[in-house]
Structure formats: C-alpha cells, structure tokens
C-alpha cells in the first residue's frame, strides 16, 4: 500500500511562528515525493518535489522550505508565517514506478495564519 | 511545456444529468493525462488516466474521459450524476520526463449536484 501520512490535519498559527507540517509515506522505497499547496481559487500548485534523501527542488520562491531527513520522510517548514501561507497543503508520493503511475496522496493539512 | 486548462471552475447539473467537465491540454510531445477528484477536506483520489492505446478510458464511479488528439481534449464525462459526485475535479498532464517529470494541475472544476 502506498499510505500517506500526514499531520496535523488542521493547523491554526499567527503570523511571524514557525511552522512544520510532516508527511511520512509507506509502500515501495525511493518514493518521489512532492508538496503541493491549494489556496482558494488557485488549484493546486507544486512546492517542492524530491527524488531521494536530502534532494529537494523548489518550484517556486516563497516563505518556505522542504526537507527530507529519511527515505520515507518529507517536512515542510518555514522560519516565520505570512498571511498569505495560509492554504490547504497535500503531501504527495509516486503511485507505482515511474511517473506514468501518477501520484497517491495524503489528506492534507488545512493551515490558517491569523 | 506540457499544461491543462479546465473551462468552467463551476458545474452545476441535476441529479441523473450528464456531467461533462472540460479539458484541454498543451503539449509538444504525446500527453500522459489525468483525472483527479477531491472531496472536502480531503486528498486528491485517481479517477482516470490515459497513457498510450485506447483514447476512450474508463475510471471509478462510472466516469470516462476520451483523448482527443485533433482537438487537444480530454474532458470527463459521466451519463447520470449522483448526489456523491458533488466534488472538485482536477486534470493533469506530466510535465517533463524520466524521474524528474512532475504532475501539473489544472486550476479545478467544482461539480454541484441538485435534486
């Protein structure tokens, strides 16, 4: 099974905190995982994507950053929060080899900065 | 670069209406495309894809999506809708190759489904 675990499932912080929302996944090993995030009325864009431990590519700039500690692991972080980091953040994983499998993802965490 | 533009962010049928959610895609090489819905509050769940072969492609709860190829088209459809199918639906094309090829999104359809 290619589970994806995330939490926690909603999240509310002020602005200037920190942040650490964490993804573990299961199923076949060397997954590549991605992060994506969904704010109202912008569908879904990619964050970060990685294709082994300690290999992160970012996609866009921004107030964040992504890491991967373990082969299973995937940590979105970010130093200090914007008002406009609040969004609905899906961890994602390959479903099977290669990339024509598309993805699995988790449930996704629903962050609010106030 | 490979992308998809859904037309419509919002559907609204009746229950037992056909559901037609369009998508276009652009691409300079043949398209690998995708079918995602999304519940509230919930992760994304595969519907369809179409890779090579067959262009008309059938996926879970009864949806289908037909590639083709003149019309740079792949558009969901669904001969009666459910209450249940009221969600958002995502299209998506692979962007790039190999291991480092990467899902792109279209910017989302919400379906409403009345009684």
């Known amino acids: 099974s290619q589970t994806i675990h995330q939490w926690p499932a909603t999240l509310v912080q002020p602005v200037g905190s920190p942040l650490s929302l964490e993804c573990t996944v299961e199923?076949?090993?060397?997954?590549?995982l991605y992060w994506y995030r969904q704010a109202a009325g912008r569908g879904l864009q990619l964050l970060f994507y990685s294709v082994g431990i300690g290999q992160i590519s970012s996609e866009v700039p921004q107030n964040l950053s992504a890491s991967r500690p373990q082969d299973r692991q995937f940590i979105l972080s970010s130093k200090k929060l914007l008002l406009s980091d609040s969004g609905f953040y899906l961890c994602?994983?390959?479903?099977?080899?290669?990339?024509?499998?598309?993805?699995?993802f988790g449930s996704g965490t629903r962050l609010t900065v106030v | 670069a490979q992308s998809v533009t859904q037309l419509g962010s919002h559907v609204s049928v009746s229950e037992g209406a056909l559901v037609l959610l369009r998508c276009n895609y652009s691409?300079?090489?043949?398209?690998?495309l995708f079918w995602y819905v999304q519940y509230p509050n919930q992760g994304l769940q595969l519907l369809l894809k179409y890779t090579t072969g067959a262009t008309l492609v059938k996926g879970i709860n009864g949806f289908e999506a037909e590639f083709k190829k003149s019309e740079t088209s792949f558009h969901l459809t669904k001969p009666s809708a459910h209450m249940s199918d009221a969600a958002e639906y995502f299209c998506?094309?692979?962007?790039?190759?190999?291991?480092?090829?990467?899902?792109?999104f279209g910017q989302g359809t919400t379906l409403q489904v009345k009684p």
């Open positions: 199923g076949t090993s060397n997954p590549n």
């Open positions: 691409s300079s090489v043949p398209p690998y």
């Open positions: 998506a094309v692979i962007h790039g190759s190999g291991n480092t090829g990467k899902l792109i």
């Open positions: 994602a994983r390959n479903s099977g080899t290669g990339i024509i499998s598309g993805y699995t």
